[in-house]
């Protein structure tokens, strides 16, 4: 057999998907970091925990409604993007004068308490949540054997990736929305109502954490720690993509998803700080990420 | 012969007259349960160990020696430097005369240290490294229910009878994994079996699929998992949906808990070989206690829930049958009175403080065979512990030679 680079072509396929699929999750999350930093400047550290709370919510939905995963698809967003309204109106709202610090501190608080609390209640080692029974199985690509369901991650976040940039990048309200981070108090002399739009973008951005988490609770079991395990990894994609930039966070998490999916096959024991790697050589060579704009 | 009879019975007679002397000290008997409180082991240990030390208390009556029992808790959060800090100040300040559970290897490791200086008893059921009841022993260190070592002794070689001879090995890349990644190629290599490959993936590591891959591209007949903990659960998980067991390859878990397989569930773990020490399963006696156990706790023991209750039950009874606290006195007679407990089958302790006794090999049961949450697991073989366990005097530990 010919071999690539060293490694059998099959074997090199086969994580180049795996990197995609894992790319869209980070894709997904981050996006909800850049949309809510570039948005209201604050850096939500609560984003892991309300993915973790995503994949819950879609649990708790089975367990006690029987309610499955396409009806937890819609309700676990809707439902989270409600706690992260609750969130920014009672606590984030009254931070914006504030150093971005501040914003920071408070959802890592929140973070840990939600973490804390759901620990305490369900444990650690996680529920487990079953693959729909629309995606059971799997095809053999030739090169390796793809699971329908992540098959259909990838198309689902892509398709939401592309329709948030789309949101705010090309229609009338995103142009609003833009205008308003820019420019508030302009804005707002409009007549266009600034702190609504600002709570929308919040929930709408842990939104998509929560979608994020439903999508994640077939792959990995539903546990406590979830969300903690991925935010930093997320963090650095959105700083290598440049923080506050929608393109840089889907392209970057999408990139770092294939590049680690690669280093798993070279050098297995790096493959966790290889996205800590870049990080550190993006900024040293673009301080502002990849995509993002000096402030 | 005489002069030897009448030698063991003054040196027997001094012991007795300063174990008298002693009696207890600070006039109690205080046990320490120092666990994973929050971390990834806080199912397989945690809260119950310390409701599986209380009832060992409660059992024993609340009093040894007409003295009270005090129990003390503390979350070392997996963390060495944490447990060390801990068990130090409950030696020095509050009087603790023994450590029990002492779940993961690095912690485990540095409390038994600790310990070994001060004289003071520390059972480890819940941390698998072997080294425990190696060079690292200590005169007052008992290993309780698992270790690598046996771990490896008793899966390896029923799959590889089974025709399993070729393998792939995936590894936590910790202490603990290499240790286990070690000792199962040392039974291949003495099989005969075939190593065809090891990968050792970050420790913990959410996605495990790519190794997986690897490991299916391998063409191993047995993939197995040399993790733990949330590494276990998703590994098997991930294997069952890249189709590793459908493609025809066993998949072959070295270490889970029945908190682990109770997680994956039935209907993805079905068919998967384990190792334990205790089940809650085995007979009327496991049965009876884990009933009593659940109604307390909520939930049947793990091995390791039921080590803690079993080394703090022997523990109070060595006390009473010494008449003393004082750490290498107990030891010594722990080693000598026989275990006697609801937990441990066929159960002697080796001069390097490694406890021998049945070992389990159990194969996890389709969800139609199971008949309760906690029905998971179909006997496969019984090991005794002389052969599940390292000899002894094997182990490298100088009390042992």
Redesign the interface.
């Known amino acids: 057999m010919f071999e690539l680079i060293g490694i059998p072509p099959q074997a090199l396929f086969g994580q180049l998907l795996l990197g995609l699929i894992n790319g869209s999750f980070y894709a997904l999350l981050s996006l909800g970091l850049a949309v809510i930093f570039g948005m209201l400047n604050v850096i939500n550290f609560a984003h892991g925990a309300l993915y973790m709370l995503g994949a819950f919510v879609a649990w708790f939905l089975l367990q006690y409604l029987g309610l499955g995963y396409f009806w937890a698809l819609i309700l676990s967003p809707v439902i989270v993007g409600g706690v992260g309204i609750v969130i920014e109106k009672t606590m984030l709202s009254r931070l914006y004068k504030l150093d971005h610090l501040y914003g920071l501190l408070l959802t890592f608080g929140i973070a840990l308490i939600l973490e804390g609390g759901f620990k305490h209640e369900f444990g650690v080692s996680g529920q487990s949540y079953p693959v729909p029974s629309t995606f059971a199985g799997g095809t053999n690509l030739g090169f390796m054997f793809l699971p329908y369901y992540r098959g259909w991650v990838v198309l689902l976040s892509i398709v939401v990736c592309l329709a948030t940039w789309y949101a705010i990048e090309k229609t009338r309200l995103g142009s609003y929305l833009r205008a308003a981070t820019e420019n508030p108090r302009l804005v707002q002399s409009f007549g266009i109502n600034v702190p609504v739009m600002i709570t929308m973008t919040y929930g709408v951005g842990v939104a998509l954490a929560g979608l994020a988490g439903v999508m994640a609770a077939p792959i990995y079991s539903v546990n406590p720690l979830m969300g903690s395990n991925l935010i930093i990894v997320v963090f650095a994609v959105v700083v290598i993509g440049g923080m506050g930039s929608i393109f840089g966070a889907v392209v970057s998490g999408y990139m770092l998803g294939i590049l680690e999916g690669l280093t798993k096959v070279f050098f297995p024991e790096a493959s966790n700080i290889v996205v800590f790697v870049i990080m550190v050589v993006v900024l040293l060579a673009r301080p502002a990420g990849l995509f993002g704009r000096e402030r | 012969m005489f002069k030897k009879a009448l030698l063991a019975g003054v040196a027997l007679s001094a012991l007795a007259t300063s174990a008298m002397a002693a009696g207890l000290s600070g006039d109690k008997v205080v046990v320490g349960v120092l666990t994973d409180l929050?971390?990834?082991?806080?199912?397989v240990a945690?809260k119950g160990s310390i409701a599986a030390a209380e009832m060992a208390v409660a059992d024993y009556g609340g009093k040894v020696l007409g003295k009270p029992i005090e129990i003390l808790t503390a979350d070392h959060q997996n963390k060495a430097d944490i447990g060390a800090n801990i068990a130090r100040e409950w030696i020095d300040s509050k009087g603790a005369d023994v450590l029990v559970d002492l779940v993961t290897s690095s912690v485990g490791l540095a409390v038994q240290g600790i310990g070994g200086e001060k004289g003071v008893v520390t059972i480890n059921s819940g941390a698998a490294t072997v080294r425990l009841s190696q060079k690292e022993c200590t005169a007052t260190s008992f290993h309780w229910m698992y270790d690598t070592y046996s771990l490896a002794h008793v899966t390896t070689p029923t799959v590889v009878a089974e025709g399993g001879d070729s393998w792939f090995i995936l590894t936590a890349?910790y202490a603990f994994g290499h240790s286990l990644e070690a000792d199962a190629s040392a039974v291949l290599k003495d099989l005969g079996a075939k190593l065809v490959g090891t990968?050792?993936?970050?420790f913990?590591?959410?996605?495990l699929?790519?190794?997986l891959?690897?490991a299916?591209?391998s063409g191993a007949k047995v993939v197995a998992l040399a993790n733990a903990?949330?590494d276990t659960?998703?590994s098997v998980?991930?294997g069952s949906?890249?189709?590793i067991v459908a493609?025809g390859q066993k998949l072959v878990a070295l270490l889970a808990f029945l908190?682990?397989i109770?997680?994956?569930?039935l209907?993805?773990g079905q068919g998967l070989l384990v190792t334990e020490g205790f089940y809650w399963d085995l007979d009327e006696e496991t049965r009876a206690f884990s009933k009593r156990f659940q109604e307390k706790f909520g939930k049947p023991p793990t091995m390791v829930q039921a080590g803690v209750y079993s080394s703090t039950l022997h523990y109070l009874k060595a006390v009473e049958a010494a008449g003393t606290d004082e750490g290498k006195v107990v030891a010594a007679k722990m080693k000598e009175l026989p275990i006697k407990d609801p937990v441990l089958r066929n159960a002697t302790i080796g001069a390097n403080g490694r406890v021998l006794h049945d070992m389990y090999l159990f194969q996890v049961k389709t969800p139609a065979e199971s008949t309760g949450e906690w029905d998971v697991y179909k006997p496969v073989k019984t090991v005794p512990g002389a052969q599940a366990f390292q000899d002894p005097k094997q182990s490298g530990c100088a009390l042992a030679q």
């Open positions: 929050s971390s990834i082991y806080a199912d945690g890349d990968v050792r993936h970050p913990p590591s959410a996605d699929s790519s190794f891959l690897q299916q591209a903990g949330q659960i998703n998980k991930q949906e890249f189709g493609g908190s682990d109770h997680s994956i569930g209907e993805l």
